[in-house]
């Protein structure tokens, strides 16, 4: 699996859809499919992290491909990127949303008794919330006996994949990097950053 992550982030983050991220805790286990991603480059993708170059923050990013790089959002919430590319060249794919296959009872917790259950997991910082991942992943290996894993799932139809812009970024908004599946009620809904500006796509 870790030479299928070993490619480019546009091309991995489609890929992803279907795949499952488990986190294994002392409360129990929740078990997330994916079903929506986003991909980031790095020096080529100015809506990347990675777009100035190597940082402490970003030096997850860099690889090797399979790594969970996360991030603190607006200061408000976590995010969940898996690290792809080449080792050294920074490329990551957010993952933006998901449905949650097991330990729904966990999820609720801590998202909170009254969330339904397409929206436990739907959107970057609800995915998090609702896996339990914080700072304390980042760097993990999702593909040793780590706490977190990512697994295989069911093969997902290629019909029902469909490519989009970015969500709530300024710059490279427009880039159709955006990957989820149609009519899945779990995806999160399409905002443009009002800070958005034109860019050349790619």
């Not at 090797?64 to 898996?82: E, I, K, Q, T």
């Not at 729904?104 to 609702?130: H, I, M, Y």
Request: hydrophobic share 40%; aromatic share 6%.
């Amino acid at each position: 699996m870790r030479a299928a992550l070993a490619r480019p982030a546009e091309e991995v983050a489609p890929d992803l859809l279907g795949a499952v991220l488990t986190h294994e805790t002392p409360e129990g286990t929740v078990s997330i499919t994916i079903t929506e991603t986003e991909a980031y480059s790095g020096a080529a993708d100015p809506a990347s992290h990675a777009y100035r170059g190597r940082t402490p923050r970003n030096a997850v990013m860099f690889g090797p491909a399979g790594h969970l790089y996360v991030y603190r959002s607006h200061g408000l919430h976590w995010c969940a990127n898996v690290v792809t590319g080449a080792d050294g060249i920074a490329s990551a794919v957010l993952v933006r949303a998901g449905r949650v296959i097991e330990g729904e009872d966990l999820a609720r917790e801590r998202r909170g008794d009254k969330v339904e259950s397409a929206r436990l997991a739907r959107g970057p910082g609800n995915f998090c919330q609702a896996l339990g991942i914080t700072a304390e992943h980042n760097g993990t290996d999702l593909l040793t006996d780590a706490s977190v894993a990512l697994s295989e799932g069911e093969p997902v139809p290629a019909a029902l994949v469909r490519a989009g812009p970015r969500v709530g970024v300024s710059r490279a908004h427009d880039w159709q990097h955006r990957f989820y599946l149609a009519g899945d009620p779990t995806v999160s809904a399409y905002r443009l950053s009002p800070r958005a500006r034109p860019s050349a796509g790619a």
